[in-house]
Every structure is written in structure tokens, then in C-alpha cells.
């Protein structure tokens, strides 16, 4: 792909609240210094909780570390969190009550896309700065001025997910030529088969099936029928955990062996989804945000030391979403710090003008709709995984090759079927 990035409360019904803990053992603040109060929803439960719990961790990490060094402006620092039971209905509510009820002094966003783009309205009405977390082109449509993305999708967010796949099917030999589209209907999923459908036609690909399918599906062997009998030589799913789980499950019971699949699918990325899925995953090929490479742990390793050490009961490796649970706070901290204030105009202009650097991109600057300037999505193939695969499997390289970008390549594609 062209243009890489360096990588480097209360109970009110609307879900469980979950407040974070007491500041204690801060050192001494500015006299009177009322903490900074930044608001936001999380997945705690629901689908995507398995990323949501990783990345409510990295805040608090952020959270702690920043308050130890003498927090914003010499205030603490405090966050204020509700668990949105990955419902996009339930967000619209939660935000009101951070800006009305909890009088928050800024916000960021929730995980994912769907539960952001419900989000933005109410921030819009408050104009208040939004930071929005792995939601994909949630901006696209409002075109909010104080919306800023961290996802590295880049300047074209739809096309970004499956761009690398279909640059990789584009450079085999003999080059394939079908492509099957299945997308689940959910606001992610059809913004990513968007994107796939424009990269098709940018490597001269032809689509021979298209569908969506409703979140709720539970069967998908009519779908893995359905696609094998177009007899394509892609497959493109863009998915949520569950049904990447269930399609992956269905294409390995009913021998579905085209030359590539994968491309969009979220939750191949959590370690658990990897446990219970294992050998099912060799041969696919699908986008990951960061992996553990040497290269790009050095920045992070720090963080990633405290947070495995601390991962009770959540992913305990924390790669997919606890770095950048701690890095879209680090954006935040230098929009504040840069522009010596708490008022959104202000940190918005910063954030508007300068480059950022996180323990999980570097170089990263805010372009049209707050999205990023350069992608740095990553394409891998997963490979070589046995029955036997543990933690420490998952916790290096060795059963996946960073295929794209050129610059983060681990390794080449190997010719391997679904199996």
C-alpha cells in the first residue's frame, strides 16, 4: 500500500457503570487543582468486549502513569466510564450523561465503529473534541471538524482494510480473477465491503457473489454453501467477532478452499478467538493494526509489561486494542499539553497541526474527517498453527508473516489452503 505511517459513576440503566479507582498516591498537584474528567463508553460486555476489556485497561495504565508524572497542567487526571454492552443504542444516552450529568471536561470515543457513529451527534450538539477508537470512516458522512480518528486507516478508511489483500492476490501467478463478498450488515462490515468493492475494481478482479447477512446468524453453513457454488478464487469477509468465528468454523467443515480468504474480519486478532479457532486459521490472510515484531515492540514493551501483568480475566496479551487504549489518551495528552488548555477549539487546532507520536505509530498527523494522513494497516497470513498452540504461540511471530506494507514485511506469502 502507498502511504505507510512509521509505526512506532452511576447506575442509571443505561449499563453497568464502572467508575475507575480512587487517584491515590498521586504526587502533589497544583493547589486547588480540580482533576481533568474525561468521559467515554467502553465495551465491557457484548460482542466486542473481548477488545473493549483490552483497551479500557490501556486507559487506565495511561491514566495512572500520568497522574505519577504530575498529570495535565498540574490537575489530576480522572476518567469517568460506563460499559455501552456493545449496544449503539445505549451510546447516545451515555454521553449525554457524561456532558450534562457528569459535567466531563472532554470526551473520547468508545471501540468500533458502530459504537461510535451513534456517538457523534451528541458530541457534535456540545462541540466538544471527539477521539474516536478503530471506527472505520465513522466520520464520512458528518464531517465533524473536532473528530480525529485512531485507527491507521489512512486517508482512503474503507478502501484500507482490504487494499493489502487484494495487492497481494494481484502480485500471484497465475493472477486470480473471481472474488466472493460477504459482509455482515452492521455499519463496520458495510463500510469495509465498500472499500472491497472499489479495490476489486482497482486490480481488475470480478465479483461473482455479494451478500450480507444479519448479525444475529448463527448458521452460516447456507452462506459457505452459497459462496463455494460461485466458485470463486477470493473470499473477502468483513465480520464481526462472532461471525468471523462462526464463517471461518462452516468454511473449515465444508472444505471452502478458494486461494485467499480473510481480508476484513475483526476478532482473528484476540488471543481467545485464536485458542478457539487455532488450525482453522492457517492459510488466511487478514488485517491486523500491530503485531509483536521486534520492531514495533520496542516503543510499546513497556506498556505491554504492565498490562499482561495485570490482564486478570481479559486478553491476556492485550496487542489487538490495550496499546492504543493507552495511545489515543497519549493523543489526547498532547492536544492538552500543546495547546496549554482544556478548551476543545484550542486542542482541536492543535490536534489539526501537529504529528504525534504514541508507543504504537509514530508520524501520525490528522487529515480530511480526522482521519489519518498515511495508513499504516498491516495484511497478515497465519500459518503453521497446530492443535497445540498455547499463549506463548500467540505471544510472538512465528505462526504469522506480515505480507503488507513493504516496510513492516516479515515475510512471504505461503501457498496454503483452508483446511
Given at each position: 500500500?502507498s ?7 452511576v447506575n442509571?440503566?443505561?449499563?453497568a457503570?464502572?467508575?475507575?479507582p480512587a487517584l491515590?498516591?498521586?504526587?502533589a498537584?497544583a493547589q486547588?487543582?480540580e482533576?481533568i474528567k474525561?468521559?467515554f463508553?467502553m465495551?465491557q460486555?457484548g460482542?466486542?468486549?473481548?477488545a473493549g ?12 502513569e ?6 495535565l ?7 469517568i466510564?460506563y ?5 449503539p443504542?445505549n451510546v447516545?444516552?451515555?454521553?449525554t450523561k ?11 470515543g ?7 457513529a451513534?456517538?457523534i451527534?451528541?458530541v ?5 473534541v471527539?477521539?474516536g ?12 471538524p ?6 491507521p486507516?489512512?486517508?482512503t ?5 482490504s487494499?493489502g489483500f487484494?495487492q ?5 501467478n497465475p493472477?486470480?480473477e473471481t472474488?466472493a463478498?460477504a459482509?455482515?450488515d452492521?455499519?463496520?462490515s ?9 479495490n476489486i ?5 470480478k ?9 444475529s446468524?448463527t448458521?452460516?453453513s447456507?452462506i459457505?454453501?452459497?459462496?463455494q457454488a460461485s466458485?470463486?478464487d477470493?473470499v473477502?469477509i468483513c465480520?464481526y ?9 462452516s468454511?473449515?467443515?465444508?472444505r ?6 480473510g481480508?476484513g ?6 488471543t481467545?478467538?485464536k485458542?478457539?479457532l487455532?488450525?482453522?486459521?492457517n492459510g488466511i490472510v487478514n488485517y491486523?493494526?500491530?503485531?509483536p515484531s ?5 516503543p510499546?514493551?513497556?506498556f ?9 480475566g ?6 489487538y486494542?490495550g496499546?492504543?487504549g493507552y495511545a ?6 498532547d492536544g ?8 476543545d477549539d484550542k486542542?482541536?487546532d492543535y490536534?489539526r497541526?501537529q504529528?504525534?507520536n504514541?508507543i504504537m505509530a509514530?508520524g501520525?498527523?490528522?487529515g480530511?474527517n ?5 495508513s499504516?494497516m ?7 498453527i497446530t492443535e497445540a498452540?498455547?499463549l506463548e504461540?500467540w ?6 508473516t506480515?505480507l503488507?506494507?513493504a516496510?513492516e514485511k516479515?515475510g ?7 483446511k
Amino acid at each position: 500500500m502507498s502511504n505507510q505511517v512509521t509505526r512506532r459513576g452511576v447506575n442509571t440503566g443505561i449499563g453497568a457503570t464502572l467508575l475507575s479507582p480512587a487517584l491515590a498516591a498521586v504526587p502533589a498537584f497544583a493547589q486547588g487543582g480540580e482533576p481533568i474528567k474525561i468521559g467515554f463508553s467502553m465495551a465491557q460486555t457484548g460482542s466486542l468486549a473481548g477488545a473493549g476489556q483490552q483497551a479500557l485497561l490501556g486507559t487506565q495504565i495511561w491514566e495512572e502513569e500520568t497522574n505519577a508524572k504530575g498529570g495535565l497542567l498540574g490537575r489530576p487526571v480522572k476518567l469517568i466510564y460506563y460499559d455501552d454492552q456493545t449496544r449503539p443504542e445505549n451510546v447516545p444516552a451515555i454521553y449525554t450523561k457524561l456532558l450534562d450529568v457528569d459535567k466531563v471536561d472532554l470526551v473520547i470515543g468508545p471501540y468500533g465503529t458502530n459504537m461510535v457513529a451513534p456517538a457523534i451527534p451528541a458530541v457534535m450538539q456540545k462541540g466538544k473534541v471527539f477521539i474516536g477508537l478503530f471506527a472505520l470512516d465513522a466520520n464520512g458522512e458528518f464531517h465533524y471538524p473536532k473528530y480525529f480518528s485512531m485507527l491507521p486507516s489512512g486517508p482512503t478508511p474503507k478502501e484500507s482494510f482490504s487494499e493489502g489483500f487484494f495487492q497481494i492476490a494481484a502480485a500471484q501467478n497465475p493472477k486470480p480473477e473471481t472474488v466472493a463478498i460477504a459482509a455482515e450488515d452492521a455499519e463496520f462490515s458495510r463500510n469495509g465491503a465498500d472499500g472491497g468493492r472499489n479495490n476489486i475494481k482497482k486490480y481488475g478482479f470480478k465479483i461473482v457473489y455479494d451478500k450480507t447477512y444479519p448479525p444475529s446468524t448463527t448458521d452460516f453453513s447456507p452462506i459457505i454453501r452459497a459462496i463455494q457454488a460461485s466458485n470463486p478464487d477470493l473470499v473477502l469477509i468483513c465480520s464481526y467477532p462472532n461471525s468471523s468465528v462462526g464463517m471461518l468454523q462452516s468454511a473449515n467443515e465444508l472444505r471452502l478452499k478458494p486461494r485467499m480468504m480473510g481480508g476484513g474480519m475483526v476478532g482473528l486478532q484476540y488471543t481467545a478467538i485464536k485458542s478457539k479457532l487455532k488450525s482453522k486459521l492457517n492459510g488466511i490472510v487478514n488485517y491486523e493494526t500491530w503485531v509483536p515484531s521486534s520492531k514495533l515492540m520496542a516503543p510499546a514493551a513497556d506498556f505491554f509489561k504492565k498490562y499482561q501483568a495485570r490482564a486478570q480475566g481479559i486478553d491476556p496479551l492485550g496487542y489487538y486494542l490495550g496499546g492504543w487504549g493507552y495511545a489515543y489518551l497519549q493523543v489526547l495528552a498532547d492536544g492538552i499539553t500543546g495547546s496549554k488548555s482544556i478548551n476543545d477549539d484550542k486542542i482541536a487546532d492543535y490536534l489539526r497541526t501537529q504529528e504525534f507520536n504514541t508507543i504504537m505509530a509514530s508520524g501520525i498527523r490528522f487529515g480530511k474527517n480526522g482521519e489519518w494522513t498515511k495508513s499504516g494497516m498491516l495484511q497478515v497470513q497465519y500459518h503453521g498453527i497446530t492443535e497445540a498452540a498455547n499463549l506463548e504461540t500467540w505471544r510472538g511471530m512465528s505462526y504469522q508473516t506480515v505480507l503488507t506494507p513493504a516496510e513492516e514485511k516479515t515475510g512471504v506469502r505461503k501457498e496454503l489452503n483452508i483446511k
